[in-house]
């Protein structure tokens, strides 16, 4: 098929999922219960995509509490604290399992309510070290934060086998902290910018080593603070040396914002790799129409082949789980996304 449509991962939450996955209502449910009513809110999400036209199917990210926080439920030693009305997970000791392979039993009821290909995302490591490593709080577990990252890449090598395994056809890592080192600003923070984004290359790399029989991804995006807009400034070029190094699939990059730069940067990218091309903004309230689309695929175009091309919104609907974009506007852009993608492959089929 030419230019997939796909979600990066998240997507918006009703009041009621919010409500549903804050520990007091969980608390207050059965078991039964609980499972009963997040799954019908699941199956409803996968429907949403599905009738919008999208052809990578997520689970909209509806069962965890955070993007990054599912790390804390696959394993113990982390502190979950409430600020400022967000709840923020620290390593405080050494990690032991807690539910190792959860997300892909979660996968596997995606895989039992589409008939369309299906996507999971794992946090990368250096993600993880970047929000969950305290000085102070998590020495005793772990004296360095390059030691937690690297306990946690075998951890996540493991979670993404056992994905593979249930037959999901795309795992995507996310990680924004490597996407951050295009910032003059970032870059300003370490002695060696380059060095920092090649550690982070060889920990994602530890964790896809050996591993066949599916489509390795990485997310790249300037972080993502929904209608507040972004956080990073500047194109990929500082980093482009870093990303051709990684062994994944495909890249999947924002490019609607203008902090993402010029689009020339693709044709540096592996001739054996595609592109999740960011064409549909996500965090503000204008929703792209087919013609925009098109035009930010053509010109993608100029750089790579169609073939070599999915069509994805610049980032997840929903990034945090305070992120509040309307759910009836993420339905109104992933349907003109799949409506681009009708006219782009009459075009260039």
């Known amino acids: 098929m030419l230019f997939p449509t796909s979600v990066v991962g998240s997507m918006p939450r009703s009041q009621f999922v919010r409500d549903l ?38 689970d909209g990210e509806w069962r965890r509490l955070s993007y990054i926080g599912i790390i804390a439920e696959i394993m113990n030693g982390f502190e979950r604290t409430l600020v400022d009305g967000l709840y923020w997970h620290t390593v405080v000791e050494p990690m032991t399992p807690r539910s190792p392979g959860l997300v892909a039993r979660e996968a596997q009821f995606l895989k039992a309510h589409t008939d369309r290909l299906t996507k999971v995302a794992l946090p990368s490591p250096y993600l993880l070290g970047r929000r969950m490593w305290d000085p102070e709080k998590s020495k ?37 902290h490597l996407c951050l080192f295009v910032d003059e ?12 984004a090649d550690y982070c290359v060889g920990l994602l790399n530890d964790i896809f080593a050996g591993v066949e029989g599916v489509t390795l991804a990485i997310h790249l995006c300037r972080r993502n603070k929904a209608r507040a807009g972004w956080v990073g400034e500047g194109g990929y070029g500082p980093i482009i040396d870093a990303l051709k190094r990684l062994h994944v699939n495909q890249y999947v990059m924002e490019f609607t914002i203008p902090a993402a730069g010029d689009l020339d940067v693709l044709k540096e990218l592996p001739e054996e790799t595609t592109v999740g091309l960011g064409c549909v903004d996500c965090r503000g309230e204008h929703i792209d ?3 925009e689309i098109v035009t930010r695929v ?52």
């Open 185 to 196: 600003e970032v870059r300003a923070q370490f002695d060696d910018p380059d060095r920092e």
């Open 21 to 58: 996955l804050a520990p007091g209502m969980r608390s207050s449910l059965s078991e039964e219960a609980f499972e009963r009513r997040l799954d019908t809110a699941v199956a409803y999400i996968i429907s949403l995509q599905e009738s919008a036209g999208v052809d990578i199917i997520s």
């Open 298 to 349: 053509e010109q993608a175009l100029q750089y790579l082949p169609p073939e070599r091309i999915a069509l994805n919104p610049d980032c997840g609907f929903a990034p945090g789980n305070a992120a509040d974009i309307p759910i009836d506007e993420a339905y109104a852009k992933l349907s003109n996304e799949a409506e681009a993608a009708a006219i782009l492959r009459e075009k260039y089929s």
């Open 140 to 176: 005793k577990a772990y004296p360095t934060r390059e030691a937690f990252m690297e306990a946690l890449a075998p951890v996540l090598h493991e979670e993404l086998v056992a994905i593979r395994d249930v037959g999901v056809d795309v795992v995507q890592f996310d990680d924004p």
């Open 289 to 291: 129409t087919p013609d």
